[in-house]
Nanobody, 122 residues
Framework: QVQLVESGGGSVQAGGSLRLSCAAS????????IGWFRQAPGKEREGVAS????????YYADSVKGRFTISRDNAKNTVYLQMNSLKPEDTAMYYC???????????????WGQGTQVTVSS
């Protein structure tokens, strides 16, 4: 059963842009919060950005503020992550996940996609 599906990853040069999409089922989308997480080899999984699907309130990690923008399209049950000014340190597997509340650690999120790889070269 597909619940969350990420797309849009790829390989880009530093300074480039990518737009990730997270398509969710209606049931999962109604969980209230959709978050983006990333994990690079040898590093802990970290939160990137999250959004309350109902209100549009957002959260960003300090490392991506001013460069990444999270948004949602409720008609499509889809959350986007626009990533600009990409840096090599942004290289990671990016996952979207759903939970009732935003801002918690990743272990609290109930539903997860399979991930999409983002690679940024210098």
């Amino acid at each position: 059963q597909v619940q969350l599906v990420e797309s849009g990853g790829g390989s880009v040069q530093a300074g480039g842009s990518l737009r990730l999409s997270c398509a969710a089922s209606r049931y999962i989308y109604s969980s209230n919060c959709i978050g983006w997480f990333r994990q690079a080899p040898g590093k802990e999984r970290e939160g990137v950005a999250s959004i309350y699907t109902g209100t549009g309130s957002t959260y960003y990690a300090d490392s991506v503020k001013g460069r990444f923008t999270i948004s949602r399209d409720n008609a499509k049950n889809t959350v986007y992550l626009q990533m600009n000014s990409l840096k090599p340190e942004d290289t990671a597997m990016y996952y979207c996940a759903a939970e009732g509340r935003c801002g918690g650690r990743w272990q609290l999120y109930q539903y997860w996609g399979q991930g999409t790889q983002v690679t940024v070269s210098s």
